[in-house]
């Protein structure tokens, strides 16, 4: 029992990798963890939404700070007041992944992850102020807990609904880190080793050993929406409004994500991009033809991919460069 509770508690990294059973306002199953949380803010979406939301809850005043101070320091507290939010609302988190690795079975409601995050941030924020306008707002911030509770639910409900482009479960979050962290393969207490062994995907006696030659030739993995997907057999991907379409060896895969967040995952080297919904691996680059008066990029799988004007010079200087660097 108490080799067990050890080895379900070590390590800080398992717990950022650790499954939490995130329940949203409706009971909801979410499959989180608090690493996946951490890379939505890599997302330019996902700071987007929080400069509306920052925007939003300056113009509505829902705590009824306007008129007890200065703009400056009203919009100065804001910004502070979520900031603090969303650091107590992270360490919540992997307090909640920590004890879910003694009980794995505790079900972590998010509603009351607001609640706890926000009782220290308005506690913060009131003692904040008074500092430095030697005004206290402790009575109108206690006043307008549960409305700003309720309008940070709902707003943390869009997040997750709407706003939150792929899965944040165990296995995305553990390829987008691999992706994101230049492909060094994590220790197996990092990948969330527990897990994994568990699933039958990794032995749970004798840890993997990647040689250096094997390191050389391992496939680097990039994260279209929801599934990890080897770079070796990725050939093209395509924007189709919320969705990008992928292109590889396997057929083609269609997710909701961004193109440039996907794009963001590769290096130069490893491809180009022809046209602004195009993009294409270096390895399925066939020649630069043209259809109907126009450039195209022909692709190993005969698929026609379209150049765009102001792209052309950058294309014919990429493909020109190419056999000097294989040579």
């Given at each position: 029992m108490i080799t067990d509770i050890y080895n379900r508690s070590r390590g800080f990294g398992a717990v950022l990798f650790e499954e939490l059973d995130l329940r949203d306002i409706v009971w909801q199953r979410q499959s989180y963890t608090v690493a996946g949380h951490l890379l939505h803010y890599g997302q330019r979406r996902t700071w987007r939404y929080l400069s509306i939301v920052l925007v939003a809850l300056v113009a509505s005043d829902p705590v009824g700070l306007g008129g007890e101070l200065s703009?400056?320091?009203?919009l100065l507290g804001w910004m502070l007041g979520m900031c603090c939010y969303l650091a107590?609302?992270?360490?919540?988190?992997?307090?909640?992944?920590?004890?879910r690795r003694l009980l794995p079975r505790l079900p972590v409601?998010?509603?009351l992850i607001s609640l706890l995050a926000l009782v220290p941030t308005l506690a913060l924020l009131d003692v904040g102020v008074e500092a430095f306008?030697?005004?206290?707002?402790?009575?109108?911030?206690?006043?307008r807990l549960a409305y700003l509770w309720i309008t940070v639910v709902m707003l943390e409900t869009i997040f997750l609904r709407f706003v939150v482009t792929w899965d944040a479960g165990p296995?995305?979050?553990?390829?987008?880190?691999h992706a994101q962290?230049?492909?060094?393969?994590l220790p197996l207490d990092l990948a969330g080793g527990d897990a994994l062994a568990e699933s039958g995907q990794v032995?749970?006696?004798?840890?993997?050993?990647?040689?250096?030659?094997?390191?050389?030739?391992?496939?680097?993995i990039l994260l279209i929406g929801s599934q990890p997907v080897a770079l070796d057999d990725l050939i093209c991907l395509e924007a189709r409004q919320h969705h990008v379409l992928a292109r590889h060896s396997g057929g083609t895969l269609s997710q909701r994500a961004r193109l440039s967040d996907i794009v963001a995952q590769t290096r130069l080297e490893e491809g180009l991009q022809p046209h602004r919904s195009w993009w294409v691996a270096a390895h399925a680059l066939c020649q630069l033809e043209r259809q109907d008066?126009?450039?195209?990029?022909?692709?190993?799988?005969?698929?026609?991919?379209p150049v765009a004007r102001g792209r052309m010079a950058d294309v014919e200087r990429w493909l020109h460069g190419r056999p000097r660097q294989a040579a």
């Open positions: 703009f400056p320091a009203y107590a609302q992270v360490s919540l988190m992997l307090a909640a992944a920590a004890l409601y998010e509603p306008t030697g005004v206290s707002v402790g009575p109108f911030l206690a006043d296995e995305a979050s553990v390829a987008t880190w962290s230049d492909t060094r393969p032995d749970p006696v004798s840890p993997a050993v990647t040689t250096p030659s094997e390191t050389a030739t391992a496939s680097r008066g126009k450039p195209v990029l022909r692709l190993t799988d005969g698929t026609l991919v």
